[in-house]
């Protein structure tokens, strides 16, 4: 079996080869280099691979190199242009259920894609702690939103919390 080192996963990562990358996010989550953050935040987005399942591992990557990978995907959330990062990065941030990325989560509850504020309430519905700032973002949210997606999230939030 060949031995990679980072650089060359993170290259492979980028190629369009689908199995090759799936390959790659696999074992750069298995190595926690968290230097591989950044190029598998890329691999969420338009510009990476556009299969789901390498853009799905690429997720599950970043939560195997767990906080260390948190500064990258907040400046994602809060900076990529693309906003099937940003929505990834808010589900990787709930799925990881740290409190360390809250401002940016909230940030994103204004964000000007719907899937983006979607998975960002998704996001506060994982995370064990959410204090008063959170709930009144989301009830306001709540009261502006069209989208029936992000309605729905909302309800499924404001359901854990016992909110009607």
Known sequence: ME????????????????EEGLKAAFALAVLHDEDAAGPLIQTVG???DENWVVRSQACVALLIIGEKAIPD?????????????R??????LGMMRSSEGVGDLLNA?????YKVRKYAVLAFRRIEQVDETV??????LRSQETNQEVLEAI??????????
């Open 135 to 140: 709930t009144e973002k989301v009830r306001k």
């Open 87 to 92: 929505a990834g990065m808010a589900e990787v």
């Open 109 to 113: 509850l204004e964000d000007e894609h």
């Open 155 to 164: 309800d499924a939030f404001n359901t854990k919390l016992g909110i009607s």
């Open 46 to 48: 338009v510009g990476g």
């Open 3 to 18: 031995h990679k080192t980072p650089n060359e996963l993170i290259e492979e990562i980028k190629s369009q080869n689908c």
């Open 73 to 85: 995907i907040t400046k994602a959330l809060t900076e990529d242009e693309n906003y099937r990062v």
